[in-house]
């Protein structure tokens, strides 16, 4: 086969690995250079221990298998195989920690309540104070600004994928053909539109109006750390935001600790992650209000910088980026990713939310299947 992928993300190239892995030929059209938006925008976190039970842990799970067999064969994505942990203070908190360790699933997220002393032989930099602290074996990290170029190093030495930047598909034209923006018609024997968070344009004429909305972020990153941050950390504000945590502790919490007024305002938790380089990328907010503002706001960064110096009982080195980011999410909390069919031999997939960094590999492994490639 022919497999046309338009849109370089994570989520379109991994669909272009699928095909490639199954023996077709790949040409694949990006607007940009290179792809800039949420793909790039993240934390590189392949991040299991929130996820809902059912279809989105069950994808998340995989996921993190193929994220590691890909990581052993292309080095260069940087996957670490480094859990995380969320310390918690007090009962409230301490509660919905417990309530996760009781789910029947929480054996395959890897789920352990450690003492400090515990969490702190795990990941020494957590000098701060905190009262337990719950550990997730199967969360990982991949390098997410370099992640893309790697995997298409890989994919160009298999002299089946054709990479053309710099082109912005304007119509799907005929059957399993598109049009792009210099003119040129590319068809294939299928046609895949991984076009993230560009939901106007092109996906309105072809698709109309879908179940998905656009989602904006604030995050930062800082100079080296100057030790190994060994695990990802998350604080437990997340608890308020992964459906794996919905309990009735997690609504004794919500009733009886009001989230921190610049937290509630920014719909913030905290996850941090270390990079290659040693430095630290950490987040996030939440506004989902459009026209989203084109400026940063520091108010959320001062928030996650004494969240993080708590944990780490030291000050924040030198916060070198900040940036905003925007990233498409279903609004059909049951579903994954948004898959639609949208003409003959042309489908659209987007809408993974916070999860298309960690599900995108199972992500594409579910529409190859489902397409017959």
Known sequence: MKVIVVGAGVVGTMHAWQAVERGHEVVHIEREAEARGASLRNFGQIWVSGRAGGEELDTALRARELWEGIGARVPRLGFRAIGSLTPVRGELERAVAEAALA????????????????ARAVNPALRGDFDAALWCERDAAVEPRTA??????????TGRYTFLPHREVREVVGGH?????????????AVVLCTGAWLSGLVREVAGEIPVRRVRLQMMQTDPLG???????ADADSFRYY????????????????????AAAHR???????????????????EY???????TLEDPYEHLTRVVESFLGRPLPRVRRRWAGVYAQCTDTSRVVHRQRVR????LVTGPGGRGMTCSPAIAETTANELGW
Do not use: C
Not at 109 to 116: A, D, E, F, Q, S
Not at 148 to 157: C, M, N
Not at 227 to 233: A, G, I, M, Q
Not at 247 to 260: E, I
């Open 103 to 118: 789910r029947p699933d929480a054996a395959a997220r890897g789920y352990k309540l450690l003492t400090p002393a515990e």
């Open 148 to 157: 893309q170029l790697a995997l298409r190093q890989a994919l160009l030495a």
């Open 177 to 189: 053909a598109v049009r792009d923006d210099h003119g040129d018609t590319h068809s294939g024997d």
């Open 227 to 233: 030790e190994p941050l060994t695990t990802s950390v």
């Open 243 to 262: 459906p794996a945590y919905a309990s009735p502790a997690l609504d004794a919490l919500n009733a009886g600790q009001a989230q921190d007024p610049t």
């Open 268 to 286: 913030m938790q905290l996850l941090m992650v270390q990079r290659l380089d040693g430095g630290l990328t950490i987040g996030d907010t939440h």
């Open 289 to 295: 209000e459009h026209p989203f503002a084109f400026d």
């Open 344 to 347: 003959d031999g042309v489908w």
